[in-house]
């Protein structure tokens, strides 16, 4: 099989290969000693520099020219940023070996710790990356359920209210019906009456 060699294996090598320089430093006190020298050299010379003027503080000649060498430095990162992206991409491949060396170099591998780690770190990070991604979908999945728990709450309270005003409204029309029913049943007596006592007038006028 062929192997891909990439932009973030190589920086990691660096990472690593930096840091065992900088550790055998320490080891040597002559070399830590002059370590320290230049640090402490850059450190009088940004000191040296002065404070940090704020924008806002500064004239508005100086603010402009400011801004220009800010959009300066802008494009000349975003330039080196798809430079970077753009060599990630390029895939080197390396010519796979007779199958009888196969084995000789898997040794070799495993014996490397620098080719181990660098394996290793590119594990976590999927491992990382995959972890991010299914916690974000459990929260999206989560605020689903509550949404629609939420939901359900209003469609039984709209179901409450709404039956309650149906039965409000045939109470109160069924009310007024026996109203109407008792009003007209009551002049229909007094009616009867005035026609009993007209009767009985005319009767008694007559005899």
Request: glycine residues 0%; contains cysteine; charged residues 40%.
């Given at each position: 099989m062929n192997k891909k060699i990439t932009k973030s294996s190589l920086s990691e090598k660096k990472k690593l290969a930096k840091r065992r320089k900088y550790a055998e430093i320490k080891e040597d006190p002559e070399l830590y000693e002059r370590q320290r020298e230049k640090e402490k050299e850059w450190y009088r010379r940004k000191k040296a520099k002065g404070p940090v003027v704020g924008i806002n503080e500064k004239s508005p000649r100086d603010i402009r020219q400011q801004r220009k060498k800010w959009k300066k430095a802008?494009?000349?990162?975003?330039?080196?940023?798809?430079?970077?992206?753009?060599?990630?991409?390029?895939?080197?491949?390396?010519?796979?070996?007779?199958?009888?060396?196969?084995?000789?170099?898997?040794?070799?591998?495993?014996?490397?710790?620098?080719?181990?780690?660098?394996?290793?770190?590119?594990?976590?990070?999927?491992r990382y990356r995959q972890l991010i991604k299914r916690n974000i979908l459990l929260n999206e999945i989560k605020k689903l359920k509550n949404r629609n728990a939420v939901l359900r709450k209003k469609i039984s309270s709209l179901e409450v209210k709404l039956k309650e005003k149906v039965s409000n409204e045939d109470c109160t029309k069924f009310n007024e019906e026996l109203n109407t029913f008792k009003t007209r049943k009551v002049d229909r007596q007094i009616k009867g009456e005035r026609v009993k006592k007209f009767l009985h007038r005319m009767i008694v006028m007559h005899y």
């Open positions: 802008s494009r000349r990162y975003r330039q080196k940023k798809k430079e970077e992206k753009l060599k990630e991409t390029t895939t080197v491949f390396i010519e796979c070996p007779e199958t009888n060396n196969v084995q000789k170099m898997e040794n070799n591998e495993e014996d490397d710790p620098l080719q181990s780690s660098v394996v290793n770190v590119k594990i976590r990070k999927i």
